[in-house]
């Protein structure tokens, strides 16, 4: 990829982090800024919006270094495993155990005494439902078997980056950080490959320039070429 397009890439995903933060922690924390609303206090809802997308663009960066170390995850798995069947089934291995760890963990740390398991599982079944429908949309995008690696990155990266929130489980901030890293890490997974072809195209243009530069169009020899392009 190129330096462009690579700027480009960081950009937008931390708009798309910023954003999503910003309309969802209204949204998630509407009972402490609805009065700001119902006395039209424009100021104050403006700084609150631009403080909630100050936190996104946090939470993209995260989301953007996670998925920058999956890359190279991948290629390490590929390489040590050296078959891709045999890698997304250790992919899949990790899904099952880190979704298992979210609610076994989560119960024991947070439940009190008394408190049943399932509420626990809200959570951990609306990443998974999320992160299949992402990794679904990834295989349709690049027609091959990358379901996998995809819902692997959905699941398991997006909970490591998760993890600064999930050890203090206060609830607005849970969620708040689980919507703009689910929505940063979608966009990367499945943007990516645009950038890099946007940037192969670039670097394409940029070499026929060189060889057949404007000046020497006229050269013959590029005529004769062109004769038989």
Not at 10 to 39: N, V
Not at 199 to 228: D, G, L
């Amino acid at each position: 990829m190129t330096i462009r397009n690579w700027v480009r890439f960081f950009i937008h995903t931390l708009f798309i982090g910023g954003i999503t933060a910003g309309i969802m922690g209204f949204i998630i924390r509407w009972d402490e800024f609805s009065p700001l609303f119902q006395k039209g206090d424009v100021l104050n809802i403006f700084s609150v919006f631009i403080w909630l997308v100050g936190v996104g663009f946090t939470f993209s960066v995260i989301s953007q270094m996670g998925y920058f170390a999956y890359l190279t995850i991948h290629q390490f798995g590929l390489r040590m495993f050296r078959s891709n069947s045999l890698w997304n089934a250790v992919q899949m291995i990790l899904v099952a155990f880190v979704l298992f760890d979210l609610v076994y963990f989560r119960f024991q740390a947070f439940a009190d005494k008394g408190e049943s398991l399932i509420p626990y599982f809200g959570l951990a079944a609306f990443l998974l439902s999320f992160a299949i429908v992402v990794a679904w949309i990834k295989t349709k995008q690049s027609k091959k078997k990358m379901f996998a690696s995809a819902l692997f990155f959905m699941v398991v990266a997006t909970v490591l980056e998760w993890l600064p929130v999930l050890t203090v489980n206060e609830k607005s901030w849970l969620y708040l950080m689980l919507f703009a890293l689910l929505f940063c890490n979608a966009y990367q997974l499945l943007m990516l490959p645009k950038y890099i072809e946007r940037s192969q195209e670039e670097i394409s243009r940029k070499t026929k320039a060189i060889v057949y530069p404007s000046n020497e169009k006229n050269h013959p020899a590029v005529k004769e070429n062109s004769k038989f392009s």
